[in-house]
């Protein structure tokens, strides 16, 4: 008799609720219409009164812009060359310098160069700022246009003109372009090490990590001492091949969970794409620095909250959001972020990023100290971390630590062109002795890709 009772009094409870909840709405809609009618006065009298004639189009995609940029950094309504960059993302090629661009008031900023391309051959580093595209002035110019002017066809010149912090003058640096293709992974032998190079989360990396752990089992005839895995620049891509990746190194346990508006919780765990440990529990180095984002950052979290890999370098990128893209029409499609995500521990990245647990400077970059690194904490409009951040922690990177004393020139002298990745080679090489130490720093004339 309890049952009933209870749903029946439910019923009347939720019936005499009916007109409150109408009410509430009718007052939601009439707010929206009320704001609506705002956008639309002021539609009109720009089509009316603005300088110049200005098309419906134009207007419409300005106001849908402008809300997305009230949201957050990542989310965008993408047309044209924009949604032309997702889609190379993803799984494209394109003729061009193989650099990852952004704005930065009113300036292109070079976000990342791609290993092996014409940017990253020329020395472009991240922070870059570009003055001039074959003399043109950068500076006014939209990203669309900026990126249209850096794209051509493959063996075209051009010539950019940079800002560096440290530098009195810019540099002009002419290169060639190329056909970019996606190369998610390369891999090398270093002694009795193995070393893979992820750049990117596009479709089949996860596929592409697992074909380079058995390459170089191959190459060695014999199981390595470890691996390196290197995430550094690593601007992220697809979360199925974050967790794809993962899995390869784990054989239990969470790697990711996301949640969005509601309550539910989605949960990603290993074994979901591939069975076992690949490497078979060997050690793992993980390299990050201040561009290792997004599906890098699931990485490395994922390694080192299960103990499964030490990650080693600088402090991550940051973003710890997930994005969706919904195809609005041809060539038209909506970028929003619906989730955050976080580590198998609870730890959500958003604005502290992945800490590593060696910090380890790039001291063969001489400019190292004074290029201004930009993480997603200093993005404008970007997602609060829900819990509270220790904002030392966020500007710890200014402070020197005794243990690395060395310059770029005298590095360069030993032979030491990267000193982030001659650190992680050492520290598995060590399993195997002096020997091994020695083999796995020495310098590779020709590696082996993947």
Do not use: C
């Amino acid at each position: 008799m309890r049952r009933p009772l209870l749903t029946a009094t439910a019923i009347v409870a939720a019936m005499s609720a009916i007109p409150l909840a109408t009410a509430a709405m009718a007052a939601a809609d009439t707010d929206t219409f009320r704001e609506f009618d705002q956008f639309l006065d002021v539609f009109n009298r720009v089509k009316a009164n603005y300088v110049d004639k200005v098309d419906d189009k134009t207007l419409i995609k300005g106001a849908i812009q402008g809300m997305l940029a009230s949201l957050d950094p990542h989310s965008v309504y993408e047309t044209g060359i924009e949604y032309d960059n997702l889609r190379i993302m993803t799984d494209g090629a394109y003729g061009g310098l193989g650099l990852t661009v952004g704005m930065d008031d009113g300036a292109v900023k070079i976000i990342s160069p791609q290993e092996d391309t014409p940017g990253d051959r020329a020395g472009i580093k991240a922070g870059d700022l570009i003055l001039r595209i074959n003399g043109e002035l950068a500076y006014g110019l939209t990203l669309d246009q900026a990126v249209t002017k850096m794209r051509g066809p493959a063996g075209s010149k051009i010539t950019l003109s940079l800002v560096r912090a440290g530098r009195d003058k810019p540099l002009d640096v002419t290169m060639v372009r190329e056909r970019i293709v996606q190369k998610p992974v390369k891999w090398e032998v270093r002694g009795d090490v193995g070393y893979i190079n992820i750049n990117t989360f596009s479709k089949d990396t996860g596929v592409e990590t697992r074909a380079a752990i058995a390459a170089i089992t191959a190459a060695l005839g014999h199981k390595p001492l470890g691996y390196v895995v290197d995430l550094r620049n690593n601007g992220g891509g697809l979360l199925t091949e974050a967790i794809a990746v993962s899995d390869l190194f784990l054989d239990h346990g969470e790697i990711v969970s996301q949640r969005g508006r509601g309550t539910d919780i989605d949960r990603y765990y290993a074994e979901s794409m591939f069975p076992g440990d690949a490497a078979k529990g060997l050690p793992v180095v993980v390299l990050t620095d201040a561009g290792t984002a997004s599906a890098s950052e699931i990485v490395a979290g994922a390694l080192q909250d299960h103990h499964r890999g030490l990650v080693m370098g600088e402090r991550s990128f940051g973003k710890g959001s997930v994005q969706s893209v919904i195809e609005l029409g041809p060539q038209r499609a909506l970028k929003i972020t619906t989730a955050r995500y976080y580590t198998p521990s609870g730890h959500s990245v958003q604005e502290g990023g992945i800490e590593p647990d060696i910090r380890v400077p790039q001291l063969s970059d001489p400019d190292y100290k004074d290029r201004p690194v930009v993480r997603e904490a200093d993005l404008r409009q970007h997602l609060m971390n829900e819990a509270k951040l220790d904002n030392g922690k966020l500007e710890e990177d200014s402070k020197d630590d005794p243990r690395f004393t060395a310059t770029a020139d005298a590095l360069k002298k030993q032979g030491v062109e990267d000193f982030q990745l001659n650190y992680a080679l050492k520290t598995v090489a060590r399993l195997g002795g002096p020997a091994q130490v020695a083999a796995a720093t020495k310098p590779v004339v020709k590696p082996a890709t993947k």
